[in-house]
């Protein structure tokens, strides 16, 4: 990809010093609103066209494509599952439960 202008798509570093306030920062594996934001611009071109995330985890990709007016579908195969919380339940005793 030959371009006259350099894209900050098209380099191995993407840097945004603030994050944005879009998906759950939380959710491990979030990336950055801007960095989606850069992408959809740079290739979403069908203003009809619809943008599938197919692992949309915390929301970031849906989140922006709303702010852009962006038709959107997205899916995951855990949607909402909360690998922390399901760790910490694994730990207690079988007996807890029985000492109420």
């Known amino acids: 990809m030959t371009t006259t202008q350099p894209s900050?798509?098209?380099?191995?570093?993407?840097s945004?010093?603030?994050?944005g306030q879009d998906g759950r920062s939380n959710y491990r594996g979030n990336t950055s609103g801007k960095v989606m934001e850069a992408f959809?611009?740079?290739?979403?071109?069908d203003p009809q066209g619809l943008f599938v995330d197919p692992c949309e985890g915390g929301g970031t990709s849906r989140d922006v494509a709303a702010r852009l007016g962006i038709r959107y579908t997205g899916f995951d195969l855990n949607n909402g599952?909360?690998?922390?919380?399901?760790?910490?339940?694994?730990?207690q005793p079988a007996h807890a439960s029985a000492n109420l």
């Open 40 to 45: 959809l611009r740079m290739f979403h071109r």
């Open 8 to 14: 900050m798509l098209t380099s191995s570093v993407i």
């Open 16 to 19: 945004f010093p603030e994050r």
């Open 81 to 91: 599952f909360d690998l922390t919380a399901h760790a910490r339940s694994r730990r």
